[in-house]
C-alpha cells in the first residue's frame, strides 16, 4: 500500500506554497496592455501558413506553401524580388515589414475544418501570428476566416473559390484575392455558347460543400441564361475518390454536357472516371458529349494527364501570361524551384505581398489599420491587371481568364492555353446580388 | 476523503494538481528558446487535453469495464457538438444550457444505439456501432445538411435569434461564448521572467468539470454497479446462467460512456463554436480506441495520459517543419545537416501519424498494459532499488486499478 496522509502540518504548508504561487504573478507581470492580438513587439513579425499538407488538395497545399516561403523571402530583402519591383505600391522595401523580419509557422488543415482551425488557434495562441493565410477549400477558409474575425488577427484568403467566402461568411478581417464561382460563370457563359450553342442539356457532379454548392449554382445560372436546361444535379462527397457510380448515371440521362464541380484530387479522379467511360467520344441529341472543368489548374491538369485535352474552364492566373508582374513572379519562382507556380501559388504570393504592402501603408500592424488600408485599394502589376480589393465585401475584382487543356502540349507545364481573357468589367456584380446576400462584414476586431 | 479511499484520493489529488498547473507543467522551455517549439501550455491545446481526457474517460467505463469494444465512440462527441452549437444559435452564448444539452441529447443518442448494438456482443458489437457512427457522419455530412451545414460545418452567424442574448454585439461583431459573463476565450498571461504562462478561463472550465468527470468514473469504477461490469467482461454467459440479465447493466454503461463523450462534445463546440462532421468519422472513433490503449485500458489514469499523449504528437510534431529542423542542426556541417533533416523529414509535419504509429507499436508490444504499465514498471524499478527488503510492497502497487 502507498500511503498518503493529511496532515495539519502538510495541509499549512501546501496552503503557503500555492499562496506564494498566486501572489507571484504580482511581482513579475509587468503592464501588458497591448492593443492588440499578438502585437509584435520584437524585431521580427510571425505570419501563419495554413495548408492542407494531406486530404484531396495536398498538391495545392504543397505548391502554395512554396509561393509564401518564396514571399518571405522576397520580403526580407532575399531573391529578385519577384513581383514587388512590377507591384504599383513601392511600400515595400525588402527590409522586412515595417522593418521588422519576417518569420513563419506553418500548419495542415488536413483538408477539414476542425483541423484546420486547430492549426490555426495554435498558431494566434503559441507563436503569436498577426496574420493567418492559407486555405485550399473554401469550408476551411471559412472556418478559419470566422476564427479569425474572433481571435482579432487578419485572415488572408488562399484558394477558396466559394460565393460565400466573401458573400453570406463575410467578415471584416478576411480579404480575398482569388476569384469565385460567380466570376467563373460570367466568364465562360459566353464561351460555351460559341462552342456549344445554346441547346444543351447539362449534368452537373458537385463536391458537397460550400464551394461546389455556389458554384454550381453559379454555372447552373449563368448556363441557364444561354438556353441551356440543367437536367440533375449531384453531389458527391469531398473525400471520396473513386467517381466511377456516380458517372453511370450520367449516360442513360440524356444530358450532353457534364460539368464537374470538382477540384483537386477530386477532379482529376472524376475527369479520368468520366473519360474511362467514354463519355468524351459519345453523341447525345446529335451533338458530341462534353465535358466542363469551371475551375482549372494546371496541377489538376497535370494529374488528369491526357484527359484535360480540349476541355474547358476558368482560372484566376496562368504563368505563360506576359505581363511584367507575371513575367518576374514565374522567373523567380522558377529560379528557386525548378518549375512554374500554380494559380494557387500566385494567389497566395499576392496575399501575402499585399498584406505586407497594406501593412506598411498603414504604418501598423494593428487589424483595424489594415483592413483600412485594403478596402477599396486600387494596384496593378501583380500578374492580374489592374486590381480592386472591394470595401463592401473584401473581394478582388480583376480579369477572368477562360482555359483550354492543350491539344499538343510542348513541356510538362505546358498543359493549359488561354482561350480568352475576360475583362473586368464582364464579372463584376453588386455587393447585394442574390448568390451573395444574406452576410455581413461586421466591424472589424483587433482582438485584445 | 468524497468517499473514496486513500490511494483513490491521492490518485484524485494528483489528477487535480496537474490540471489546475497544466499552464505552468505544460510551458517548461522560455518562449524564445528554440525548445519553445515543443510547449505545450497554449489554450487551445490544453483544453483539448482535458476534453479528449473527459471523452476517453468515457470510452473506458465501456471499453475497460465491460469489455464491449465500441468503434463509434465519435457520433456521441460529434451530436454532443452539434447541440451545442445549435444552442447558442438559438438560445445565447452561455455555455451552461449548450453543455447540459449535449449531455441529454448524447445520451438519448446513445440509449438509441445502444439498444440494438448490445443485442450482440464481441466483433459484431464493435461492426454494429461503427456502422451507426457511419451512417450519422454520412447524415450530418449530406442527408441533414440543413441542420449540420455538411462538410462546411455549423457556424455561428450575425443572423442567429439568440433569444436570450444578442445577435451581434454592440460593434457588429458575434457574440462570444461565456459563462455568465466570464468569456471562455479570456486569456490571463503572466510573464516570469523569459517564461510566458497563459491561464484561460475555457481551459479551467473544461478542467473543473474533467476533475468531476475523473471522480464520477473512479465511484463507478469502485461500485457494485462497476463490479458488476466487470463480472461482464469476465464471463458474461456465467451471469446469464445464473439468471441475472446483464442487458440493463452493459446499457447503461454504454449510455453513461456515450453521455461523457456528449460532454466532450458540447465543451469542445464552448470553446470553440464550430462543428464539423468529421468530429464524427471512423478515424475520429479509432482515437479514442487509441487514447484507451495506449493509455491502459481499464485503468483510472490511463486514458487521460492517452488523450493528452496523442493531442501533443497531432499538435506539436505536426507543426515542425523542414525550416525548424534547419534550425536545430544548423551546428552541422552543410552535408550532414541536410542527410539529417532528410532522415528525420518523414517523420515530422505531415508525418507525425508515422512518428505515433511506431510509438503505438511500441507501446503495445513492450507495454501492454499502456503508459500506466510503463509507470508502473519505473516505480516498481525505483522503490525496488530503494528498499530491496520491501520487494512485496513494489509488487503489490497498482495505483490505478
Known sequence: MSKFDVSRRGVLKTGAMAGAGVALPTIFTASSAAAFTNEPTGSTVTLGFNVPQTGPYADEGADELRAYELAVEHLNGGGDGGMMNTFSSKALQGNGILGKKVEYVTGDTQTKSDAARASAKSMIEKDGAVMITGGSSSGVAIAVQGLCQEAGVIFMAGLTHSNDTTGKDKKANGFRHFFNGYMSGAALAPVLKNLYGTDRTAYHLTADYTWGWTQEESIAAATEALGWQTVNKVRTPLAATDFSSYIAPVLNSGADVL???HYGGNMVNSLTNAVQFGLRDKVVNGKNFEIVVPLYSRLMAKGAGENVKGIHGSTNWH???????????????????????????HTCYVQTLLYADAVERAGSFNPCAVVEALEGYEFDGLGNGPTLYRAE???????????????????????????????????????????????????????? | MFGLNKKDTSLLIIVACLTMFAPFILNPFPTDSGLAQFNAGYPDLMQRFVIFGIFAIGFNILFGLTGYLSFGHAAFLGVGSYSAVWMFKLIGMNVIPAIVLSVIVAGLFALLIGFISLRRSGIYFSILTLAFAQMSFNLAYSVLTPITNGETGLQLTLEDPRILGVSATA????????????????????????WAFQFNAGYYLCAFIMLAAFYLSIRIFRSPFGMMLRAVKSNQQRMNYTGL????????AFVISGMYAGLAGGLMASM???????????????EVVLMTILGGAGTLIGPVLGAGFIKYFENIFSKINDNVLHSWFSFMPDGMEDAVVFLIHPFIGKGWHLTLGILFMLVVIFLPGGLVEGGQRI???LSGRKAKDDGKAAGETNPAE
Open chain 1, 259 to 261: 460539368v464537374l464541380n
Open chain 1, 319 to 345: 504563368w505563360t501570361l506576359q505581363d511584367e508582374g507575371s513575367k518576374a513572379f514565374v522567373k523567380s519562382f522558377g529560379t528557386k524551384y525548378g518549375f512554374p507556380p500554380s494559380q494557387a501559388a
Open chain 1, 393 to 448: 465585401d473584401h473581394q478582388c475584382f480583376k480579369d477572368v481568364l477562360v482555359v483550354r487543356g492543350k491539344e499538343n502540349p510542348t513541356s510538362e507545364f505546358d498543359l493549359l492555353e488561354v482561350v480568352e481573357v475576360t475583362p473586368r468589367a464582364q464579372v463584376e456584380y453588386a455587393p447585394d446580388h442574390p448568390m451573395f446576400a444574406g452576410g455581413n462584414l461586421g466591424a472589424c476586431n483587433p482582438g485584445a
Open chain 2, 171 to 194: 460593434d457588429g461583431s458575434i457574440p462570444v461564448t461565456n459563462l455568465f459573463g466570464l468569456e471562455m476565450r479570456s486569456t490571463f498571461e503572466m510573464a516570469v521572467g523569459p
Open chain 2, 245 to 252: 440479465n446483464t442487458r440493463p447493466y452493459t446499457l447503461a
Open chain 2, 272 to 286: 470553440d463554436p464550430l462543428a464539423g462532421a468529421e468530429r464524427m468519422q471512423w478515424t475520429a472513433s479509432g
Open chain 2, 379 to 381: 516505480k516498481g524499478w
